[in-house]
């Protein structure tokens, strides 16, 4: 298997196991020496576009024979230039063969040459490609090359054909490293089945609690903490070295800087189990801040000032070098307490709190409420659960409190990118300001096809103004819209913004003038920040 | 004075006083093919080819009043001469040719011109005035030739059926499902059809064609159905009828699917740019080959390939807006 058909493969499945078996396949049996080049680009290994996109189109309309503007206009149909330029350069001949790693190779050298060398290479690429492989080297020479999968479907394909458990897989794999510089044997045979101090145990994962289960328990046998949204990880302290697992089992110590001195002031041989947060002034902060955060290369002074991280810690699985999972949770409890008893300097590990209810009446009223508490419902753990593997029901539960929603109007449309071109599927919402409408959110998916169809008919029909791809539509639907949290904003008209706002349904039973008002989502905004102070 | 032109409720004669598919009830309809976005209901008096009759009197019901031409015959009505010539498109499909005081004008309605051994391939008719659909109308969609598709639908049901899969491809139940039908490869397994696709081959029937597959009945023992092949219209895509076929992967098949983007939408695991429209080539061959010095473009992208064919060839080209290309990706 060669990369095209890795790509073809992985591209026509949407089941993991099927990833995960075609990216084996491949591991089995692609060249030697274009095997890591694939793993790395599977893994997101980006190439430096070489090349402005505008000379890109200009070559590709000349080869194709059409003008500039017809290829512009087929870009904004097909909504991703590197499909756009293979479509319309597109020949019947069979294409020559596709070997990565001379072809990655040219792109990188392109960033040295000159316009006229650069035109040379490229129309000799696309006078020899069709197809999958046109499309691939498009993607490649714009740098925008992207497949479905995630690095952990990666870690797992690799992880059976190395025959190496996935943590360390993953662990080998942990930072930056050069396709061109490693091979298989440098990056994952050197000492491999040494000593493995480095890992975390498999975490322990609660379902969402079943409607009978308040008919038997009694809320005396439960530890009842504020669920709270973060990161869920491990914090790991062995031989002097501190490593910071998240749930997905990725290696974050890189990302999560503040965790690095812990080795000074935790005992060897401690693993925590809690949620990752950034916490400022006595309070959390929006999520979305850490994920933004995470998502840099470079962490900044700035950012660690702006973004603090600490870890709400509610377990303890290894205490002085000792797996202590199987004790009872209320005696986990009891260590961990004592062991961050001392720590009170140290911001950057919090203990979670254990809330303290009569019934479940009133835990049920905090749940309700638990957004003013900075949390996203309660986690229901039994006083006596042992630590266990994976998901399971009975011991752990989780209790979310119910989305927050709000009726928008439909004000302004524009059509998909790729996935979705030809169809208009991103909207913007409006609330009612006195007599005027104010954007206030975008929000995309909630829709069946079905719906997207009649809904993108109706904007065809009843469009406004066009200002390039954005269609303002008649303020006239409805629709219900979920979100996970609300905070002040800047960069919104509306001075709000959502946190994982979701079309809910279409509220074909209201007029425009039933939508909500900015006056609604303020008060919103002010009764969950009230309880802060 | 335009022979045709276009009014609230069609394509219209004015001369002849009669519509080409129209839109909304008139009294003299001559209809290109049986899609619903070309036969509506509601006209006094139909003329079509004789293969559209029965996907008339099956979509329309059986009290309609229609007359059934052959290609190639020309008749007048109140001056005009009429006649019908092969689209290519489906079964019956016709191209509708009027001539007037030496004037000839040819309205396409869908057509393509790659032939698929089902429907009478198209003919290519001189004429002054070329109003053609342009659904492709856009560089981006050149298709891989028909047989190289074909080849790939039976491969993938293979390989699906080695793996213990049904294999569920969709396309119009009209047209598209006949075209696949007509090219797959028997000796894979067996054949199966959606209820809306046996109804309009069951129609096909009485006129003397026949097509293989059993129709899937709700009584059927789902035991029975491995390795399968299911045809079945695009709307069957994600409803619970599918469930008796599981474990199945699911394909649609139409000229939409050259896109990626389209394809992810429909969510199915594979898309097969099967076309019953021309493509980009064709259409410019088609343009080109009619010899006429006006062309209308309605269906499609009109605004983008009446530009590209007033730029590129000494000809004048116009946008016909008509109600056609209602919804895009539906209509076929
Ligand atoms: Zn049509
Ligand atoms: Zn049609």
Redesign the interface.
Known sequence: MNFVELFERID???KTSEKTEIIYNYLQSAEEEEKLLGIALLMGYKLKRPIKTTDLREWAAQV?G??L???E??YY????LA??LA??L?K?NDSRPFYLRPLVQDIIMLQKQSTEQQREVIESYWSMFSGTSLFLFNKLLTGNFRVGVSRKLVVKALSRYLTTEEPVVEHRIMGKWDPFQESFETLFQEEISQEKHFLPYPFFLAYPVEPNFFEHANIEDWILEPKLDGIRGQIVVRQGEVFVWSRGQDLMTDKFVEFQVLHTTLPDGTVLDGEIIPWKDGYPLDFQLMQTRIGRKQISKHNLEEVPLVMVCYDLLEWNGEDIRGLPLHERRRLLEELLKDDFLSPILKISTVKAFQSWQEAELFRISSREHHAEGLMLKHRDSPYEVGRKRGNWWKWKADPMTVDGVLIYAQS????????FTDYTFAVWDEEVLVPFTKAYSGL??RE??EVD?WIKRNTLEKFGPVRKVKPELVFELAFEGIGLSTRHKSGIALRFPRILRWRRDKIAQEANTKQDLLTLLNTRNESNR | MSLLTVNENGLYCKQGDFYIDPWRPVKVALITHGHSDHMRWGMQHYICHHHTIPILRLRLGFDQSVQGVGYGESFEINGVEVSFHPAGHIIGSSQIRLSYKGEVWVFTGDYKIEPDGVSQPFELVPCDHFISECTFG?????F??SSSIYADINQWWRFNAQQGYNTVLYGYALGKAQNILAHLDLSIGDIYLHGAVANVNEALATIGYSFPGVHLRSDMEKSKIEGAVIIAPPSA??SPWLRKLKPYREAMCSG?M?????R????V??GFPLSDHCDWRQLNDAVIGTGAQKVYLTHG?ED?FS??IS?NYALEAFVLKTLYN?????AE
């Open positions: 026509a499945t949407t194709a059409i003008p503007w017809l290829l206009e087929s149909v097909v909504g991703d499909e756009t479509l319309v597109t019947d998909g990118h790729g996935r979705r071109a030809n169809l069946t096809d997207l169809t008919q | 856009l560089p981006v969609y050149q891989p030739s895509n994600g939409w050259q896109l990626r983007g389209a992810r939408r429909r969510s695991d594979k992208y983008n530009r590209w730029e209602d919804g895009m990706e539906e």
